[in-house]
Structures are given as structure tokens and as C-alpha cells.
């Protein structure tokens, strides 16, 4: 069973960090280009971050430059999303998606169930 796991989500007060993690099961992660999106409450699902199959090209949201930094660890089947100075407005629930392109794409194949963030002091 082709499986996304997500997890590292948690409560963190503004200016804290976290890291999510990414795991897949069922299927290998090389082939595949990797994007992180985020959903707040009562607004729409947008796109974070993403990172191409070999791991050399990424890209963010204008809203989380410089501040939030995605990686692979092929070996490990991993995709991380590191959340530095995290702001209120970063609060929502972040799903990790994985293509069969090796590039980032505007359509993706397996998600998975979400991992909650909440950054509140």
C-alpha cells in the first residue's frame, strides 16, 4: 500500500521552529518530486514548499522565504519541511504530496493524512 506519513507537527509559540518529516511506505521516494501544502481554518489549501526528485531545485511560497528550508533524505524515503521563526499566521494542518514528475508539479498523486501546526503564545 502506497502510503505519505507526516509527522513533527505540535504547538510552538512565534519566533519557535519545528521540523516535519515525510515518510513514505510502499513506494520509493527518488522518482518522485515532493510538495508540502498547509491548510488554516477556514481557508484554502496552499502551497508551501516543494522539492524535485534529485533534491536540486526547490521552491517557497513568497510567505515563507527565508524562513522555512525543505530537504530529502533518499536513503531514508524522507522529505523534511524545517519551519524556522514561525509565525501565528503558519498555524494550519501541513500535508506532505508526492508526483511522479521529477519536477515540481501543479498536480500530485499521493498525499498524506496531515500533520496539525499551531504556533500560539
Known amino acids: 500500500q502506497l502510503q505519505l506519513v507526516e509527522s513533527g507537527g505540535g504547538l510552538v509559540q512565534p519566533g519557535g521552529s519545528l521540523r516535519l518529516s515525510c515518510a513514505a511506505s510502499?513506494?520509493?521516494?527518488?522518482?518522485?518530486?515532493i510538495g508540502w501544502f498547509r491548510q488554516a481554518p477556514g481557508k484554502e489549501r496552499e502551497g508551501v514548499s516543494c522539492i524535485s526528485s534529485s533534491g536540486g531545485n526547490t521552491h517557497y511560497a513568497d510567505s515563507v522565504k527565508g524562513r522555512f528550508t525543505i530537504s530529502r533524505d533518499n536513503a531514508k524515503n524522507t522529505v523534511y519541511l524545517q519551519m524556522n521563526s514561525l509565525k501565528r499566521e503558519d498555524t494550519g494542518v501541513y500535508y506532505c504530496a508526492a508526483t511522479a514528475e521529477a519536477m515540481c508539479a501543479n498536480s500530485y498523486d499521493y498525499w498524506g493524512q496531515g500533520t496539525q501546526v499551531t504556533v500560539s503564545s
Open positions: 510502499g513506494f520509493t521516494l527518488d522518482y518522485y518530486a
